[in-house]
Structures are given as C-alpha cells and as structure tokens.
C-alpha cells in the first residue's frame, strides 16, 4: 500500500496550487480519501475528503469555497485544487485512505493509512 502526495511549493497569497495523491499497492477506487494538513505547532486537521463513488465530499469550514476534491480513479489518482491560498493554509499536506468521508471535515484519528506529506507554503 502506498499514497504518494505531490504538487506543495510556495506562492503568494491569492495563489493556486493542486495537490495530487497517487495511490497504489491496492484497490484505491473501493476506498474514500482524506487531505489533511499540519501546521507547525498545531495538530493535524482534516480539509476534505472524498468517498469512493465520488457521492459525497466534505470540505473544513476554512477551505470551503477556495479548495476542490476530486478522484481520477483510472489514474488511481487523487486532486485537490487549492485556490486563492492565504497564509493561514501554510502546512504539510497529507494523503491517507481506509477511513470514513462522511458530510463534515475528515477525522484524522479514523483514517488508518497515511502517505507522506507534501510542504505547502503560502506567503508574501
């Protein structure tokens, strides 16, 4: 099993960055997937999640609006669109599956895999 989370660099406020999670080592299309971020000093929080059936979606309060999800699973390949980026979103972006997507933010204690992270800085 392994997720593999690309695309994090530096840009300025009111950038954009997409962020993708490229799952492999097993059925990534039968499981929901959740973006989570951490940043220095704080715990990790969930930003969105997205189900299998690509039915339901969940975004936290913070990034609603500003970010998208959305699943290749083809490409077994997850995205998540980040748009008009404030300082506040500067982070380590992770990927992780086997855990619920449900109507609200991800919880992170549910999610049972975890790639590694990807550094999203957002700064003037």
């Known amino acids: 099993v392994q997720l593999q989370a690309s695309g994090g660099g530096s840009v300025q406020p009111g950038g954009s960055l997409r962020l993708s999670c490229k799952a492999s080592?097993?059925?990534?299309?039968?499981?929901?997937i959740g973006w989570f971020r951490q940043a220095p000093g704080k715990k990790r929080e969930g930003v969105s999640c997205i189900s299998n059936n690509v039915e339901v979606s969940a975004y936290a309060d913070s990034v609603k609006g500003r970010f998208t999800i959305s699943r290749d699973n083809a490409q077994n390949t997850v995205y998540l669109q980040m748009n008009n980026l404030k300082p506040g979103d500067t982070a380590v972006y992770y990927c992780?599956?086997?855990?619920?997507?449900?109507?609200?933010?991800?919880?992170?204690?549910?999610?049972?895999?975890w790639g590694q992270g990807t550094q999203v800085t957002v700064s003037s």
């Open positions: 992780a599956t086997f855990g619920p997507c449900v109507a609200t933010a991800p919880v992170p204690d549910l999610f049972d895999y």
């Open positions: 080592g097993f059925g990534m299309p039968n499981f929901a």
